[in-house]
């Protein structure tokens, strides 16, 4: 449908305020009138949700309104059609139980569409209005579902019009500006030494956003490359179903990116305006796995040290996502990684490739799961197990009898604090005399920028910046202490941090501490008797690092909280 055909349309539209802003004043003013626009183009510079829009088309044309759970239940005549007209035209052919047909449109004022219809039913048709999502939602599932229905000619030929279309999308997504702009971004993104990519279509464009140092850093958006072609592109890549629009999926990747080995994890995820990817980047070569390279303080070393001397017993770290806790285990297993040991892990997914390690990946479509790689594990004779992650009570209970059995597991909770991970355990159904006979530690921590070494600045406090922030008295922090700044520069690409380190605290299990383990444990109290007990927290280690000038105040209290 032309814009010139439906002025009244576009005015009613513009005088209701219902298009956005400049366009509505742009179509208002006659600007807009020599070019044509489709109704979908209309739908989406409007401000309304587009069950909203199609109200207004229907009250428009003074035509009937179709919803979704209607055409749903409807017989669908999809099958007289080919796939591709009814995804490009918008169209759902139906009929009524009087045995009426009907279309389901989204645009009635196309009336190509509307005997196109009646030359394939051989009959007058009646028109409906249906919103272009409804009409998306209903194709995408009885087109697939009629097709059972057809004569084993007409399946073919479907299926071989199917083919088509993921050909040629297939086709559009290899073609040199596509593969060009995904080469870029991930190129761009190793020389920013960024952790992800996420790309994301929203009604104006195409969003591209780069987590770099833990925080997302927004990037130009390849101009060349439609987005879906550059979400296909990525998919193909990640060994995904490029057809599958309607689901999330998951992949992987290796490939070799501004002369460097990695590998990539791809997820995908439907929204409202198409589909959302994000890449993980996973360098290959990261250098030595070192203890010494974590940013534990000296004490805390020396505590890490002698917990994996331990011949049994479990040891968890906890923190959220993306805190640093899969290169913690991977360097405490590289710290294990000796001839005399067998160490066996689970993870989901592998990250750090050790030599020397039998490493699994959990695939929960055939049934293997942390749980039941757990329960093989027990019987290959290990020395120390690596459980990626404790999600639900049999892993958990699996892991605390694996360590009973003589067994040194590492694992990792989501929990906020060390001393939060023990009631964590208790409610995934983990006896408390169990964890009191078999938890050795447990290890809180997050992950703080780095200051850039080339332009960081020194800072007195004063009077005024503890008035100002009364955080800075609570950390510790009082007139005349030294703190370092950000400044930014050529090197940290005017930021002023580069790279990050880790901040730890280490529950060992005393004897206080385990008495305090029950049904009704307290993490406050739990977390007390620790610090009485000489716990330093991750504020406290924090804090020691601002004053080093390893990071900032800034950063101590983004990820950080005073207990």
């Given amino acids: 449908m032309s814009i010139d055909l439906t002025t009244e349309f576009s005015q009613y539209l513009a005088a209701k305020n219902i298009l956005g802003d400049e366009f509505g004043r742009r179509l208002a003013s006659g600007a807009e009138t020599t070019r044509k626009f489709t109704l979908r183009q209309l739908s989406e510079a409007a401000d309304l949700a587009p069950h909203q829009f199609a109200d207004e088309v229907a009250a428009f044309y003074r035509l009937p309104r179709v919803a979704l759970p209607q055409m749903m239940a409807a017989k669908s005549l999809t099958t007289r059609f080919s796939r591709r007209f009814l995804r490009e035209s918008m169209l759902f052919p139906f009929e009524t139980e009087n045995g009426k047909f009907k279309i389901a449109v989204g645009d009635p004022g196309d009336m190509a569409i509307r005997r196109a219809a009646e030359i394939v039913l051989s009959g007058s048709v009646e028109v409906e209005v249906a919103s272009f999502e409804d009409i998306a939602t209903v194709l995408g599932e009885r087109v697939g579902a009629d097709k059972d229905d057809q004569t084993e000619d007409a399946a073919q030929e479907v299926g071989g019009r199917a083919a088509d279309d993921i050909d040629s ?28 990519i996420h790309i994301e279509p929203f009604r104006g464009g195409l969003s591209v956003r780069m987590r770099v140092d833990g925080l997302l850093r927004p990037v130009p958006a390849p101009a060349q490359a439609p987005p879906p072609a550059l979400i296909s592109r990525i998919k193909i890549l990640a060994g995904l179903n490029i057809a599958e629009r309607r689901l999330p999926q998951d992949g992987a990747a290796r490939l070799h990116v501004a002369r460097t080995d990695i590998d990539i994890r791809v997820a995908t995820m439907p929204t409202q305006w198409g589909e959302s990817a994000v890449i993980r980047l996973l360098p290959r070569d990261r250098g030595l796995l070192d203890i010494s390279k974590l940013g534990l303080g000296r004490i805390e070393e020396t505590k890490l040290r002698r917990l994996l001397d331990l011949p049994h017993g479990m040891i968890v770290i906890t923190g959220p996502t993306g805190s640093g806790k899969t290169t913690t285990l991977a360097t405490m297993l590289s710290a294990l990684n000796e001839p005399t040991r067998k160490i066996l892990t689970i993870e989901d997914p592998v990250e750090y490739e050790i030599p020397g390690i039998n490493q699994s990946q959990i695939k929960p479509s055939i049934g293997l799961t942390f749980a039941a790689a757990m329960r093989a594990f027990v019987r290959q004779d290990p020395d120390v197990i690596m459980v990626g992650e404790i999600r639900d009570p049999e892993t958990a209970n699996i892991a605390i009898h694996a360590a009973l059995t003589g067994h040194l597991v590492l694992t990792t909770l989501h929990t906020e604090t060390s001393s939060a991970a023990i009631p964590r355990l208790l409610d995934l159904g983990v ?11 447990i290890i809180a921590q997050r992950l703080v920028r780095v200051l850039c070494e080339r332009c960081k600045a020194e800072r007195r406090l004063v009077a005024e910046d503890i008035a100002a922030d009364p955080r800075f008295e609570t950390c510790g922090l009082s007139p005349g202490d030294v703190i370092w700044e950000p400044r930014g520069c050529e090197r940290c690409g005017g930021f002023g941090y580069r790279g990050r380190i880790g901040v730890f605290e280490i529950l060992e299990m005393s004897r206080e501490v385990r008495d305090l383990i029950g049904s009704t444990t307290d993490s406050n109290i739990l977390d007390d008797v620790a610090r009485r007990g000489g716990m330093a927290t991750m504020m406290e280690d924090a804090i020691a690092k601002c004053r080093a000038g390893v990071t900032s105040t800034a950063e101590v209290l983004r990820v950080t909280t005073v207990r």
């Fill in 431 to 441: 006896e408390g005399f169990l964890l009191k006979s078999t938890l050795r530690a």
């Fill in 169 to 196: 999308l297939r086709d559009l997504a290899s073609g040199a500006p596509v593969v060009r702009a995904v080469n870029d971004l991930l190129e761009q993104a190793m020389e920013l030494r960024a952790s992800d």
